[in-house]
């Protein structure tokens, strides 16, 4: 059975994001010009995700989650997160949070952490580990999974 993969878990965040701001908004906590900023999460979420993507293609290695890597990245963003792809969606829905300024906003990018920790990140570094592992362990020592 194949995964739902991480695209389709941001489009579904994304949504629950929306329809919390709009359905069940609660309070309003940031107000224009303030929520201007949600524009900046976006971009250096945006610019991240395009950078790691950039990266796994110059290395030819699979970026699809369950697919065994052929190469270990450590390098551009990879050296300040281990997941700087996953990082990046969730800049992207935190800056919509943001945008929209309602606490229920930001629901959506809390979801897709959990998601993102459960369903993908324990795996891939069980799968990380077997294929490179002290390697990989000592990249785990230096570089925090998030932030």
Not at 67 to 80: A, D, H, L, N, R
Not at 92 to 114: C, D, K, P, R
Request: positive net charge; contains cysteine.
């Amino acid at each position: 059975m194949r995964k739902i993969l991480p695209p389709t878990h941001f489009f579904f965040c994304l949504i629950i994001a929306l329809a919390m701001h709009y359905l069940l908004p609660i309070k309003q906590i940031i107000n224009p010009p303030y929520n201007w900023l949600g524009f900046l999460f976006f971009a250096i979420g945006g610019i991240l995700n395009i950078w790691a993507d950039q990266i796994f293609k110059k290395s030819q290695t699979t970026i699809k989650p369950g697919e065994e890597p052929s190469v270990f990245i450590q390098t551009g963003p990879y050296k300040i997160s281990r997941n700087p792809m996953y990082l990046g969606v969730t800049l992207l829905l935190i800056g919509i949070g943001f945008i929209l300024g309602s606490i229920t906003s930001f629901i959506g990018f809390i979801l897709f952490i959990i998601l993102m920790e459960i369903i993908f990140i324990q795996e891939e570094e069980r799968t990380l580990l077997a294929k490179f592992g002290e390697e990989y362990k000592a990249y785990k020592q230096k570089v925090r999974r998030w932030i």
